[in-house]
Nanobody, 124 residues
Framework: QVQLVESGGGLVQAGGSLRLSCAAS????????MGWFRQAPGKERDLVAA????????YYVDSVKGRFTISRDNAKNTVYLQMNSLKPEDTAVYYC?????????????????WGQGTQVTVSS
């Protein structure tokens, strides 16, 4: 069993910023690729950003490129999502996710461990 706990969500005005954090326990964090997904009401859970186990490679969906940055601190067992220039369409529950050690996490099918989610609401 592993535990992923997200924090940092909240209510922000359009154009503002938030920084999400995901703290991991009971896993060898540095070996896991990590990702952030989001799910709005009535919609599927989709990938937002991903980072390799080493932190050397990142991936972003087109809708967040240039606005969001994923990073990780393996010494702190934590992955972050810095979100700038937020838009109302970014409103969703954001989920931290871990894949297979030394693998990739680019889709829900890659995910082996999910966080509980944190709500992000962007007002216009």
């Amino acid at each position: 069993q592993v535990q992923l706990v997200e924090s940092g969500g909240g209510l922000v005005q359009a154009g503002g910023s938030l920084r999400l954090s995901c703290a991991a326990s009971r896993l060898t964090f540095s070996r896991y690729p990590m990702g952030w997904f989001r799910q709005a009401p009535g919609k599927e859970r989709d990938l937002v950003a991903a980072i390799s186990w080493s932190g050397g490679s990142t991936y972003y969906v087109d809708s967040v490129k240039g606005r969001f940055t994923i990073s990780r601190d393996n010494a702190k067992n934590t992955v972050y999502l810095q979100m700038n220039s937020l838009k109302p369409e970014d409103t969703a529950v954001y989920y931290c996710a871990a894949g297979t050690p030394w693998g990739t996490v680019l889709a829900t099918s890659d995910v082996r461990h999910w966080g509980q989610g944190t709500q992000v609401t962007v007002s216009s």
